[in-house]
């Protein structure tokens, strides 16, 4: 199940204030003013995952950052796990989805999960395709 609170008109009440928090919280996002902050929770949505339920599937081009809020994601290479997240983490795949590039592991939940999904369109449409990051 997926919460998109975009939907609907503007951003507002407690299910934005929930996700502009949970954005602060993330040091790569921690520096931003409150403004842009709000901005990029407008973008924002949250996925809820049940135990098997995919992600991001290995090899496919990464188009979001996502941030654990809770639960375990299994990291498969192939038919293998490779290791596992658990949150609250900060962001994972980051990297690779900064660039474009594509998934290198699949990303299958554990059990229960709740991911902040930020679409990396809305990142560079609010921060530009040239805009250093953040944070350090």
């Known amino acids: 199940m997926t919460v998109d609170v975009t939907k609907g008109g503007a951003v507002g009440g407690a299910a934005a ?15 931003l003013a409150p403004d842009m902050l ?19 599937r290995q090899g496919s081009r990464l188009t979001d ?19 596992q997240r658990r949150g609250p983490e900060t962001t994972f795949l980051l990297a690779e989805a900064l660039t474009g590039a594509a998934a290198p592991v699949t990303l299958r939940a554990a ?12 990142l560079r449409a609010r921060l530009g395709d040239g805009a250093a990051w953040p944070c350090r």
Do not use: K, W, Y
Request: with cysteine; net charge negative.
């Open 65 to 83: 950052i996502h941030v654990l809020l809770s639960g375990t994601m299994m990291l498969v290479a192939g038919n293998a796990e490779v290791g």
């Open 17 to 31: 204030r929930g996700i502009v928090n949970e954005l602060a919280s993330v040091p790569a996002f921690a520096r």
């Open 38 to 56: 709000s901005a990029l929770a407008a973008a924002c949505h949250i996925q809820d995952l049940g135990t098997g339920d995919l992600a991001v």
């Open 111 to 122: 059990g229960t999960v709740r991911l902040l999904v930020l679409p990396l369109a809305a």
